[in-house]
Structure formats: C-alpha cells, structure tokens
C-alpha cells in the first residue's frame, strides 16, 4: 500500500515569491493534516481536513497561507508571499480516524523549504 | 489549548541501557497518546500508543505509562540498541494532535 506522498521534497525561493505543496493521502483516509515542522521542534498543526472540510484552521496564518482539498483526497497547501520564517518542514499527515476520535497518523516525506 | 511538554531534549545512554522520557499534558480532555520515532530526514512513524482508559501498554522492548489523574505519560525502552538512537515525540490527541518538541535520544555502542 502506497503511503503519504508529498512534493516537491526540497524547494528553495526568494522571499516574496510563491511556493505551494501537494499532498497525496492513503487511499481511504478521509482525515488529512498539514504540520509545520521547525528544526529541533516537534510538528505544529496548520490545518486539518475531514474529507473536503477544513475542521480546523485556527493555527493557519491566512494573511499569506491557504490550503484546499478539493474532492477530498488531494490537498495543497500555499504560501504567497514567503517570507524567511517560513523556512521548515512541512509536512502532511493522514489517518483514518475523524471527528472526535484520534488515530494514528501517516506522516509523508515532508517538503522542505527554504525561503533565501 | 492543550500544551505538551517533553523532557529530557537530549539523552545519551549506553547500549543496552534504559531509556526513559517523559511528557506532560494540559488537557484532561485528551483521550490518546502516541509517540513518534522520526530518524534523521525521515518521516515520523508510531512506535506505540495509549488511550486513556489504559494505564500500560508494552510491545517487546517499548511500553508507555499513563498517569491521567497527573496528567503525564512516559515512554520506556529497554536494552536499547543503536538503532533506537532517532529524535522522539510524544503525542496528546482529543481529535488532534498536539506534539512535545521531542526527544534527541543517541545510543551510545
């Protein structure tokens, strides 16, 4: 079974320029997060999804950052403008529990950008 | 909302040594704890998890305790091996996950 596929892996931009990720979950998983990732630190939530529903964005900085998941499986995540703390490991996850219930989660690879 | 804490952020114990970190929560609403192994540029996997209607899991080498009157959760792992030696997260979900900042732990051969 194929896991979480994320890209681009690495992508380094200028500060100002755009960049967005795409997220591939686990056939099946209705539920999908995006995490932030900084160096010695464990994932922040940015947003989670049930199915095409963005259940919770409250950590999203929507001055600059916005995510979709249309049609409920594919998701991407945006940046416009980056700016230099943006630089991180963004990662996505997806598992198959919902709502109120917590499961285990199915990390991809993560991107990791650098803003210059 | 809720706030985990982990601790130590670095452990260095020999092989075959214990090891053992330890988090703490805010939350008493949370209902599942996970810790994640994440090796260097890798992913995060689960290694073991609790709900809290449980106070101990083991599986072979690993077990996890949960204190849900404290509100703290600890991950054990015993005749640690070099291939233990990977950066852990603790984990405490009520429908979604908020991480410790992890565990840098190195076994030393």
């Known amino acids: 079974e194929a896991g979480v596929v994320q890209s681009p892996r690495y992508k380094i931009i200028e500060k100002k320029q755009p960049v967005a990720f795409w997220c591939n979950p686990i056939s099946g998983h209705n539920t999908l997060y995006w995490y932030l990732q900084n160096l010695g630190q464990g994932p922040e939530l940015l947003i989670r999804y049930e199915n095409e529903e963005a259940v919770d964005d409250s950590q999203l900085p929507k001055d600059r950052f916005s995510a979709e998941r249309l049609k409920g499986v594919d998701s991407t995540l945006k940046i416009q403008p980056a700016e230099l703390g943006d630089s991180a490991v963004y990662l996505c996850?997806?598992?198959?529990?919902?709502?109120?219930?917590?499961?285990?989660?199915?990390f991809g690879e993560g991107s990791r950008l650098t803003v210059l | 909302g809720e706030n985990v804490e982990q601790h130590p952020s670095t452990l260095s114990v020999q092989e075959g040594d214990s090891a053992v970190i330890k988090c703490t929560y805010s939350d008493s609403a949370s209902n599942y704890f996970p810790w994640y192994k994440q090796e260097l540029g890798k992913r995060p996997q689960l290694i073991i998890d609790i709900r809290s209607n449980v106070g101990e899991k083991k599986d072979q080498r690993i077990a996890v305790t949960l204190n849900k009157t404290a509100k703290h959760f600890s991950l054990h792992i015993t005749e640690t091996q070099p291939e233990d030696s990977a950066v852990y997260f603790c984990a405490a979900s009520k429908g979604k996950s908020t991480f410790g900042d992890g565990t840098t732990l190195t076994v030393k051969p």
């Open positions: 996850a997806s598992s198959l529990a919902s709502g109120r219930q917590t499961g285990e989660l199915f």
